[in-house]
Each structure stands twice: as structure tokens, then as C-alpha cells.
């Protein structure tokens, strides 16, 4: 089992629809949840953290976390076309090294015009 | 805040020389930072752990005499890979903790390594 686990997709959303992405995490001592953004070419963008159960917004993106089931998700209300990139999700476990976090592989999401 | 720098953004060398790429935030101090690199549509992969003062600590897998960091200011990091061949090809990443409380990353813009 990953220890960090997202869908690949890619997900298509229509403009203006919420994209709703999942994160699943192996290690039940985890600390910390991280989104960032990527576009092509370009490197990781933090988007938002968060790390106590329930949902945090910022904007159009709200996080949501639930420690019990080890999975934390992000969504993207009113879906714009530079939306479209890879996100990833990352988690800081309690056994990992001093700062150290763990990244899923990424979910491709594609926003349609 | 969080702004992190990379230089160079872009490198092309021949094979068998050596590449220093200099990671430093802008705007805070980074007792940790971190080096990733990434292959095409492939995901970050963790290369070393680097923290002031002290050695890196490098993953499983990473060669520390052929990827060479040194992190010798609260601001600057490098990663000096030697002599490189075509396989060392990828896009290298850092990034700098500013938050230990949350551990949080910010990352620098990437350096695009290419060894003919």
C-alpha cells in the first residue's frame, strides 16, 4: 500500500462546476495535510494546509479532513480553465524525519471550456 | 512571504562535468530544506534532506558522492551534481520549511538540467 494514494485521472469538470479531489494516507499518526499545484513544467505551488478534522476555506478551495476514515480531500468551487494542472497531496507523518512529508503521485485535472 | 529562488533555471553541460544549482529563500530563514527531482509525467521524488549546519541526509537510492549538498547559511542551499551523464537529465526542485509548526514547504521554481 502507498503511502500517500490519489487517483491519477485525469478528471474532467466543466467551467464553473466544483472539481472535488481525494487523498488517502497509510499512517494513522499523520500530522499534517498538505495541497499544492502543478503545472507542466513548472514546480509545486502550495495551494493550502490543514491538519484538524473538518473543512478549511480559503477562496474558492475548501480542504477537508477526517482522520477516523485517513482521508483528506480538496475542492474547487466555480472551476476555471487555469485550474487545469496536476495536485498534489502530502502528508506529514509523525514517524517521518523533522519536516519531512510524503507526496501522492498526483490526480490530472482537466477543466472543459 | 515564502519566496524561494533557484539559479540556474536552465542548464545544459556536457557529460562529466559538474553542476552547481543554488536554492535560497528570499524572505525567511530555512534551518531545513529539501531537494527533489522529477522526471517528465513522472511525481516529485525526495532526494535529500538538507539542514543547516549538518550533512544531508540522503534517500534510499541516492548516491551522496555523486549529488553533493552543502547548506551552509540559514538562506542557501546547493546541490552540485558531478559528473553528470544524460541519465541526471531532470528537473531538480528545493524547497524551504518557513513554518516548523506545520511543516510547511514552499517550493523554488526548478532547475531544468540537460547533459548532452
Known amino acids: 500500500q502507498k503511502e500517500v494514494e490519489q487517483n491519477s485521472g485525469p478528471l474532467s469538470v466543466p467551467e464553473g462546476a466544483i472539481a472535488s479531489l481525494n487523498c488517502t494516507y497509510s499512517?494513522?499518526?499523520?500530522?499534517?495535510f498538505f495541497w499544492y499545484r502543478q503545472y507542466s513544467g513548472k514546480s509545486p505551488e502550495l495551494i493550502m494546509f490543514?491538519?484538524?478534522?473538518g473543512d478549511k476555506e480559503d477562496g474558492r478551495f475548501t480542504a477537508q479532513l477526517n482522520k477516523a476514515s485517513q482521508y483528506v480531500s480538496l475542492l474547487i468551487r466555480d472551476s476555471q480553465p487555469s485550474d487545469s494542472a496536476t495536485y498534489l497531496c502530502?502528508?506529514?507523518?509523525?514517524?517521518?524525519?523533522?519536516?519531512?512529508?510524503?507526496f501522492g503521485s498526483g490526480t490530472r485535472l482537466s477543466i472543459r471550456p | 512571504g515564502a519566496v524561494v529562488s533557484q539559479h540556474p533555471s536552465r542548464v545544459i553541460c556536457k557529460s562529466g562535468t559538474s553542476v552547481k544549482i543554488e536554492c535560497r529563500s528570499l524572505d525567511f530563514q530555512a534551518t531545513t530544506m529539501f531537494w527533489y527531482r522529477q522526471f517528465p509525467k513522472q511525481s516529485l521524488m525526495l532526494m535529500a534532506t538538507s539542514n543547516e549546519g549538518s550533512k544531508a541526509t540522503y534517500e534510499q537510492g541516492v548516491e551522496k558522492d555523486k549529488f553533493l549538498i552543502n547548506h551552509a547559511s540559514l538562506t542557501l542551499s546547493t546541490l552540485t551534481v558531478t559528473s553528470a551523464h544524460p541519465e541526471d537529465s531532470s528537473f531538480y526542485i528545493c524547497?524551504?520549511?518557513?513554518?516548523?509548526?506545520?511543516?510547511?514547504?514552499?517550493f523554488g521554481p526548478g532547475t531544468r538540467l540537460t547533459v548532452l
Open positions: 499512517d494513522r499518526g499523520s500530522q499534517s
Open positions: 524547497s524551504a520549511v518557513r513554518d516548523r509548526g506545520t511543516d510547511t514547504q514552499y
Open positions: 490543514i491538519y484538524s478534522n
Open positions: 502530502a502528508v506529514r507523518a509523525l514517524r517521518s524525519s523533522a519536516s519531512k512529508i510524503i
